[in-house]
């Protein structure tokens, strides 16, 4: 209760700062994240939501932390408790094992256009049999309108009975009762109260599907209702993370629009759903999930190309607005996202600022960035492990810097690590080929070299003007 009564008043402060301020973004959301560091101070890292999710047909209760169960928004605030909220469950069985990966869509009714059936349809065509082993849907259907709710249940129990008999897909809804006050809002950035009203309720809608998944998977994905995935989606985001291994992280990002294609840690998602329940009138959605990461310490986006995920709606769900946006990063058909083993890397290029020789081993859309080398200049990978390649493609200068690519430089591979005081490096190489335009390609390595390999080398074979940036090293293994 102390907590709470300090929390009340500083809401109070900063209701008053707020009305003394400037009409002025940059402060407000300079007193937004002071007041979020606070506030950070009293989130609890026991944020696991209380009792097992016991999965009941069709209009079953769901309720969480009973003997504090409030229908009040202020409490759903706490951030010192569980959210209470009894959902609905309209169409799933229970789920007997927790999953690798749960994929969240939120979806009310549009005045124009629905891609909701045409999003769940996508989510499980481009799965294999044995991905969708390792995943569960769960839809939220937030709107009010309980007529359209109904039909909406029935089109897909119609259309993926299957899925739902299996516990892949679960629809549910948080009732009406749940919510805050949804009129006379703060119009931050001069809004229209209508949008205001929109966007704020989304944050609440959001906030309810993440509370309710903190517990049915290892990793949580955000998509929105009118998306198309990528072929084998799962199998790329579970090598990215295999990738990431030993790496913080807070928010993975595989789309660069809006909502779409943001994984989390599901240990992390009471906390944000806690989130945006406290701040739910401020700002959309995606502008808070920004404030999200850099309070939780990750200071930069870690975004992932090609895209996995793909907006195809055409209206928005906002009063039907045309909505022609696209991620021009996605690529539909499956891409094979190399297996880049553990590795330590080394170079005596002159390396520019913090563009160091990790980054182009990384999934990350980052890269090495190096003054002019000269002939003899060496960039190494020695790996953790003997591995056998199959395949190697290595790619070198920007669409923005098309000539700071590799001129004049060979690739080679060696075996025979030898130890050594300042690090480990191979005793013989043998040359693969030479880069031509900047980049280097090989298929079938292993059926090339007869020995399994502990290192590969970028060599410089000619002195250069134009510095070198080399934006990925790509490795698949046999």
């Known amino acids: 209760m102390f907590k709470f009564h300090q929390m009340k008043h500083i809401f109070e402060i900063l209701d008053k700062m707020r009305c003394l301020r400037k009409r002025s973004t940059v402060s407000f959301l300079g007193v937004l994240v002071i007041f979020l560091l606070f506030m950070n101070l009293y989130i609890e890292d026991s944020y696991v939501l209380e009792g097992d999710k016991q999965l009941i047909r069709e209009t079953s209760t769901h309720q969480l932390n009973s003997e504090r169960y409030v229908h009040t928004f202020k409490d759903l605030s706490n951030f010192s408790g569980a959210i209470n909220v009894t959902y609905r469950y309209l169409a799933a069985t229970p789920l007997q094992r927790k999953r690798y990966l749960t994929i969240g869509l939120s979806s009310v009714k549009r005045k124009k256009g629905n891609y909701l059936l045409e999003t769940i349809k996508s989510i499980f065509e481009q799965s294999s049999y044995e991905e969708l082993k390792e995943i569960s849907v769960v839809v939220h259907l937030a709107d009010f309108n309980s007529s359209w709710r109904d039909a909406m249940v029935q089109d897909i129990t119609q259309k993926f009975a299957h899925h739902?008999?299996?516990?892949?897909?679960?629809?549910?809804?948080?009732?009406?009762?749940?919510?805050?006050?949804?009129?006379?809002?703060?119009?931050?950035?001069?809004?229209?109260?209508?949008?205001?009203?929109?966007?704020?309720?989304?944050?609440?809608?959001?906030?309810?599907?993440?509370?309710?998944c903190a517990n049915t998977s290892d990793y949580y994905v955000m998509l929105e209702d009118d998306v198309r995935c990528s072929k084998n989606f799962l199998t790329a985001i579970k090598?990215?993370?295999?990738?990431?291994?030993?790496?913080?992280?807070?928010?993975?990002?595989?789309?660069?629009?809006?909502?779409?294609?943001?994984?989390?840690?599901?240990?992390?998602?009471?906390?944000?759903?806690?989130?945006?329940?406290?701040?739910?009138?401020?700002?959309?959605?995606?502008?808070?999930?920004?404030?999200?990461?850099?309070?939780?310490?990750?200071?930069?986006?870690?975004?992932?190309?090609?895209?996995?995920?793909?907006?195809?709606?055409?209206?928005?769900?906002?009063?039907?607005?045309?909505?022609?946006?696209?991620?021009?990063?996605?690529?539909?058909e499956s891409f094979d996202i190399p297996d880049n083993p553990p590795a330590s890397l080394y170079t005596n290029m002159n390396v520019f600022e913090n563009y160091e020789a990790s980054k182009a081993?990384?999934?990350?859309?980052?890269?090495?960035?190096?003054?002019?080398?000269?002939?003899?200049?060496?960039?190494?990978?020695?790996?953790?492990?003997?591995?056998?390649?199959?395949?190697?493609?290595?790619?070198?200068?920007?669409?923005?810097?098309?000539?700071?690519?590799?001129?004049?430089?060979?690739?080679?591979?060696?075996?025979?690590?030898?130890?050594?005081?300042?690090?480990?490096?191979?005793?013989?190489?043998?040359?693969?080929?030479?880069?031509?335009?900047?980049?280097?390609?090989?298929?079938?390595?292993?059926?090339?070299?007869?020995?399994?390999?502990?290192?590969?080398?970028?060599?410089?074979?000619?002195?250069?003007?134009e510095w070198l940036i080399i934006r990925s090293i790509s490795i698949w293994t046999s």
């Open 164 to 212: 739902i008999i299996a516990g892949r897909l679960m629809v549910i809804h948080a009732p009406e009762e749940y919510y805050p006050i949804l009129d006379g809002l703060k119009r931050n950035y001069n809004d229209p109260e209508d949008r205001v009203k929109f966007r704020s309720k989304q944050n609440v809608d959001y906030a309810f599907l993440l509370n309710f």
């Open 239 to 332: 090598k990215v993370i295999a990738s990431l291994e030993g790496t913080y992280w807070v928010t993975l990002e595989f789309s660069k629009l809006g909502y779409i294609g943001k994984l989390y840690h599901s240990h992390d998602l009471p906390r944000l759903a806690h989130f945006l329940l406290m701040f739910y009138q401020e700002m959309p959605c995606d502008w808070l999930l920004t404030h999200f990461r850099g309070l939780l310490a990750q200071k930069n986006v870690i975004r992932f190309k090609p895209s996995l995920f793909q907006h195809m709606g055409y209206y928005s769900s906002y009063k039907g607005t045309e909505n022609k946006l696209k991620d021009d990063d996605f690529e539909e």
């Open 361 to 465: 081993y990384s999934s990350v859309d980052e890269y090495f960035w190096g003054k002019p080398p000269s002939t003899g200049d060496v960039f190494v990978i020695v790996f953790e492990n003997p591995i056998i390649i199959k395949k190697i493609k290595v790619n070198t200068g920007t669409e923005d810097r098309q000539n700071d690519i590799l001129h004049h430089g060979a690739l080679d591979v060696g075996e025979n690590v030898m130890p050594s005081k300042r690090r480990r490096q191979c005793s013989t190489y043998l040359r693969l080929g030479e880069f031509k335009n900047g980049n280097f390609e090989m298929s079938g390595v292993n059926q090339k070299i007869p020995f399994d390999i502990h290192c590969m080398r970028i060599y410089v074979t000619k002195t250069q003007k």
